[in-house]
């Protein structure tokens, strides 16, 4: 388990979904990952879910009517430097910076394959209290087709180096983003088994106790199993839809 209470910048430290069905989503994922859901004092429409009484995600209503994916929030010392950052380099402002209250100030970012993301400068609010158990955040990953673009747009934003390592029998290679010393996240490379509609985007992983057992509860729930469970180096991994339609991924961990 690790309980946190200040992310280095960054690190991956929130993420969030925006449902079309606020109250559909958190049924399902009170059912799936045991959460309890507490509003946002300030904005009532946000729920924060919480794991045995710690902050671990959120669900807000959906912005748009364009494909689900869970956000993921890299901390950084400042948004706004940030977001110039981004544009800078060739990605694109999509919403911010503006405060959330008292608890942080975000901006909403893509890079250039159109991969989103938001940054948060803490405040009050530093991100998931608890990470890396059942229920909880635990990796968050890239999927892009251009890798070399990538390593040079978020290194120039986050200061990540990209480490490549192979994969099992060598017929993808993976990419570990590092920063102090530090792997915080990861990147894989759309190639052509990857089909043409799914764009680039950041995949969020959430830890299970029982990949294959998790997996008949999403479908149980009503939700999609997209890519069955499948074993890797760090554990057995499966990719599902939320009956939204929202995209995630669990696993369970190795060791």
Same mark, same amino acid.
Request: hydrophobic residues 45%; contains cysteine; negative net charge.
């Given at each position: 388990m690790?309980?946190?209470?200040a992310f280095a910048p960054g690190t991956p430290c929130w993420a969030d979904l925006g449902a079309s069905d606020v109250g559909a989503a958190k049924d399902f994922? *009170?059912? /799936?990952f045991g959460w309890?859901?507490?509003?946002?004092?300030?904005r009532e429409d946000y729920a924060v879910a919480h794991l045995h009484g710690a902050p671990v995600a959120g669900i807000g209503p959906a912005t748009d009517d364009g494909l689900r994916w869970w956000t993921t929030y890299v901390a950084v010392r400042d948004a706004d430097l940030a977001a110039k950052l981004a544009v800078e380099a060739g990605g694109r402002l999509a919403a911010g910076p503006l405060e959330i209250f008292d608890h942080g100030r975000s901006a909403y970012l893509a890079d250039p394959a159109g991969a989103t993301l938001a940054v948060w400068q803490a405040a009050g609010f530093a991100g998931a209290a608890v990470t890396g158990v059942p229920g909880a955040?635990?990796? *968050?990953? /890239?999927a892009v087709r251009d890798t070399a673009e990538a390593v040079a747009f978020y290194g120039r934003l986050f200061g990540w180096r990209g480490r490549k390592r192979s994969h099992p029998g060598g017929a993808n290679t993976y990419t570990d983003f590092d920063t102090g010393?530090?792997?915080v996240a990861g990147m894989v490379a759309m190639n052509e088994m990857w089909p043409e509609e799914?764009?680039?985007?950041?995949?969020v992983y959430f830890a299970v106790g029982d990949c294959d057992a998790s997996c008949a509860k999403v479908a149980e729930l009503g939700g999609v199993v997209s890519v069955p469970p499948f074993d890797i180096e760090t554990g057995r991994v499966a990719v599902v839809d939320d009956p939204g339609g929202a995209v995630f991924s669990i696993i369970t961990l190795a060791g």
């Open positions: 690790s309980e946190n209470i994922y *009170s059912a /799936l309890d859901f507490a509003a946002m004092p300030e955040l635990c990796w *968050s990953e /890239l010393g530090r792997t799914i764009p680039a985007h950041w995949m």
